[in-house]
């Protein structure tokens, strides 16, 4: 697997928006999930409808509705554009070569998703550094 994802090239795994790695799950491990523990999809979907709401309603007077389809220039210095503190990960991410531009802005767009699921109106630090481990499993 490392060898094939180390044959895309940057381009592409820019177009990526989270890269997470995720540990086998053992057989004693998938009989005991049964025990209730977890969220159902009933409750998941919950979480996206009102998140997506949410979302819609921040972008109403734009012509977008979903954070997918934001873009970049706005994000970053629109109204809404988060302050210094707040992109501080993201600008330190970017100066270094961890992060393109483009990958600034999905990460940005990851972010305002995570905050809509937390019912948050505004970024917090706390979004934008979960959105970068999610993206480059990078911390902030």
Wanted: aromatic letters at 4%; zero cysteines; proline letters at 4%.
């Amino acid at each position: 697997m490392r060898r094939y994802l180390g044959r895309l090239s940057g381009p592409l795994r820019d177009r990526v928006d989270i890269e997470l790695s995720v540990r086998r799950v053992s057989l004693a491990q998938l009989h005991g999930a049964a025990d209730g523990a977890g969220v159902t999809t009933d409750t998941a979907r919950g979480l996206v409808a009102a998140a997506r709401r949410r979302a819609a309603e921040r972008l109403r007077d734009t012509p977008w509705t979903t954070n997918a389809r934001v873009p970049g220039t706005w994000l970053r210095s629109g109204p809404l554009a988060p302050g210094a503190s707040v992109r501080r990960p993201l600008d330190a991410a970017l100066q270094r070569g961890a992060l393109t531009l483009r990958g600034y802005d999905r990460v940005l767009r990851v972010a305002w998703t995570i905050a809509d699921l937390a019912g948050r109106a505004r970024l917090e630090l706390d979004d934008v550094g979960r959105a970068l481990f999610l993206k480059k499993g990078a911390h902030a």
